[in-house]
């Protein structure tokens, strides 16, 4: 249950990341060949997404852990999920998106299962 | 001002961050390295190992202390408890006896005796060997070491003070700060390092500054007493027990009176803060007057600051709770401290502030090259021509080395020291210091007179099977190697988890050192002997 809390908050914060950095055009054009641009409306698509889900995994590690440790958290799994998808980005840009996407599925499935239970 | 304000923030941020940046970087690796301080003794201690792996209940333990208190501490004038927890695995009982009339006074400390017990039976266990062990390195990074403590302080201080100037400016000098948010690119030269640089310190950017300050914080009545000294007129006790209050003393009676158990009372506490207790003392045992007070343990809230409950030692009835509301700038003060120790917050909080911690010696590390590359990019004109490289380039480059290889090599060294020493030795602790910077300045020297590329790689190759090696080490020392602890699944997991990220360090170190290997001859002509590495990877020699 903790580490399914736990994880839910890294899942959010990667996934939310990973949307923020691929809305930029430098990041998209690393994926989709040189000079390529998202979409306008996929670019505000993945933006909200990103905050959206950057915002949630702080509700949640302050539901789960109290205003003061749960921002102390985030602000931790920021950092470290931040590291981890920068130095995944140049040398596997592709893997690094598709582990966004299962992170995000994997999020979700997570957050149905906590409140399931 | 002649130019732009950012350009003189540059510069600032370029000055203040070189000059200071060796010693912050020992600072940033023996801090990181602290918050793992419990592990790393019980590391460099493989007697405790076995007690380690069986933990048992604060009530259990609290008993077994008091029977063996009772036999053993017999006409003590108080008693130290300090009960296991899930970090350091040993019963610690301390006691200090009055002098002896006529008897000369033996210093502070003179009359305390202390002893590890086995936290299930009170048994003094099996002497582990002496070492300073976490301690130490815990030390080092404020304390340094061959100096006087104050001074140090000054110097750590200085060094805090200057790193806070080069946050801001750097914060201020980024102009792309979240457009180049996610950049990393590789291979590039300068603009790797520049890149590995700005991704290191803005990603953990919330923890650098909250670390750099909150160090200040812990330290500020050394650096800025004269608030306190002009208010209490230089009275500095009065300060101290106004600005965090503790309850009064009870003077004992000279009455015999039997101790109550401590059981009931761990129990009660434990049910009120919904924490584990972590200390107890008692004043006065064995008297009509003895007063037990049980201290809760650091890591149910965020400050340092922990509550603690008295009880009379003969009825066990609750006579004060302490330090469950604290006056706001205390509780600020706490608050800051407990952020910076990191005592709170479970395993995962601690890696997480770990990892940010190696965040930091990869910024400072980053930023010490990335000055040596860019001023080696200067003069790249005169070196072609065969000139050589000016006195402060080579100085730089040679004091890089020594500091970002060298520090690991130091660390590692310290280790394998603590494994190969006689067990049973005069002053181990100071012998295992010794190899320390002992190392280090080997490290240190021989990069000052030859400060090559070839050094770079071959300082890094021995840090990397210094600290690699650690697990193999294990294997031919002890008795709780990685087969043990990780592959048999006996525990202590925090012994494992040492030898593992050692072993993952090592391993950087080592990819770091192939990654500088010599290069093709024609590229050789071009860059004679240079002296940075040239290639990016964002954890870059971190060390522990």
Redesign the interface.
């Given at each position: 249950m903790e580490i399914l809390s736990?994880f839910l908050v890294f899942a959010l914060c990667y996934a939310g990341?990973s949307c923020l950095?691929l809305a930029?055009d430098?990041?998209y054009a690393d994926l989709h060949g040189r000079g390529a641009e998202p979409p306008p409306q996929l670019r505000r698509r993945l933006q909200w997404g990103g905050w959206l889900a950057l915002a949630f995994a702080l509700a949640w590690a302050m539901h789960i852990a109290g205003a003061?440790?749960g921002t102390?958290?985030w602000?931790?799994?920021?950092?470290?999920c931040?590291?981890l998808?920068?130095?995944l980005?140049?040398?596997a840009p592709h893997q690094a998106m598709r582990l966004a996407r299962v992170i995000g599925v994997a999020a979700a499935l997570a957050a149905v299962m906590l409140a399931v239970l | 001002m002649k130019e732009g304000f950012r350009q003189s923030m540059a510069w600032l941020h370029t000055w203040s961050g070189l000059l200071v940046c060796w010693v912050l970087l020992l600072v940033f690796c023996g801090g990181t390295a602290s918050y793992y301080r419990n592990e790393i003794t019980l590391w460099m201690q493989p007697e405790l190992h076995a007690v380690a792996a069986n933990p048992v209940s604060s009530e259990v333990a609290a008993s077994a202390a008091q029977a063996a208190m009772t036999q053993r501490a017999a006409g003590a004038t108080r008693w130290f408890i300090s009960l296991p927890d899930e970090r350091t695995q040993a019963t610690q009982l301390g006691w200090s006896k009055p002098s002896k009339p006529g008897e000369k006074k033996k210093g502070r400390r003179g009359n305390f005796h202390s002893e590890k017990t086995d936290p299930a039976t009170g048994e003094v266990l099996s002497r582990p060997r002496d070492t300073r062990g976490g301690e130490f390195l815990y030390r080092l990074h404020f304390d340094l070491h061959y100096m006087s403590a104050i001074w140090a302080r000054w110097i750590v201080g200085f060094c805090a003070m200057f790193m806070l100037v080069s946050i801001i400016s750097g914060v201020i000098t980024h102009k792309r700060i979240f457009?180049d948010?996610?950049?990393?690119?590789?291979k590039k030269g300068q603009r790797s390092w520049l890149d590995a640089h700005n991704?290191?310190a803005v990603?953990?950017l919330?923890?650098h500054l909250m670390i750099t300050y909150t160090g200040l914080v812990t330290l500020m009545f050394l650096y800025m007493p004269s608030g306190a000294t002009a208010a209490y007129k230089g009275d500095k006790d009065t300060f101290f027990a106004e600005a965090f209050p503790r309850a009064e003393e009870r003077k004992a009676a000279g009455v015999a009176a039997p101790l109550t158990p401590f059981a009931p009372l761990v129990r009660q506490a434990e049910q009120q803060w919904g924490g584990k207790v972590e200390r107890i003392s008692v004043n006065a045992p064995g008297d009509a007057n003895a007063v037990i007070t049980l201290s809760r343990s650091s890591g149910s809230d965020?400050s340092t600051r922990q509550p603690s409950m008295d009880f009379d030692g003969v009825t066990g009835k609750l006579l004060s709770s302490n330090g469950e509301t604290v006056p706001g700038a205390a509780a600020t003060q706490g608050?800051m401290i407990g952020?910076h120790v990191a005592h709170?917050?479970g395993p995962?909080?601690r890696a997480?502030?770990f990892?940010?911690g190696l965040?930091g010696c990869a910024m400072v590390a980053t930023g010490a090259l990335l000055w040596a590359v860019k001023t080696r990019q200067k003069q790249a004109k005169a070196l072609a021509a065969g000139k050589r490289a000016s006195f402060g380039l080579r100085l730089v480059e040679a004091l890089n080395i020594g500091a970002i290889a060298g520090i690991p090599i130091a660390f590692g060294a310290y280790f394998w020291a603590n494994r190969l020493l006689p067990v049973v030795m005069e002053e181990r602790p100071k012998e295992e210091i010794a190899c320390f910077f002992g190392a280090w300045a080997l490290a240190a020297i021989v990069a000052q007179l030859r400060p090559t590329r070839a050094m770079w790689r071959i300082e890094l190759t021995a840090g990397a099977i210094l600290l690699a090696g650690l697990p193999i080490l294990n294997v031919f020392t002890t008795s709780s190697h990685l087969g043990v602890t990780l592959f048999l699944g006996r525990g202590p997991v925090s012994v494992a988890a040492f030898d593992l990220v050692v072993l993952a360090l090592g391993l950087l170190l080592a990819y770091a050192a192939y990654k500088l290997k010599p290069l093709p001859a024609k590229a050789k002509k071009a860059a004679p002997a240079a002296a940075a590495p040239t290639t990016g990877n964002?954890?870059l020699p971190g060390a522990a």
């Open positions: 736990n990341l950095c930029m430098r990041h003061g440790y102390v958290f602000v931790g799994s920021l950092t470290g931040g590291l998808l920068i130095w980005l140049p040398y | 457009k948010l996610f950049t990393f690119r590789p991704v290191t990603l953990a919330p923890f965020m608050v952020l709170f917050g995962l909080l997480l502030f990892l940010s965040a964002t954890t």
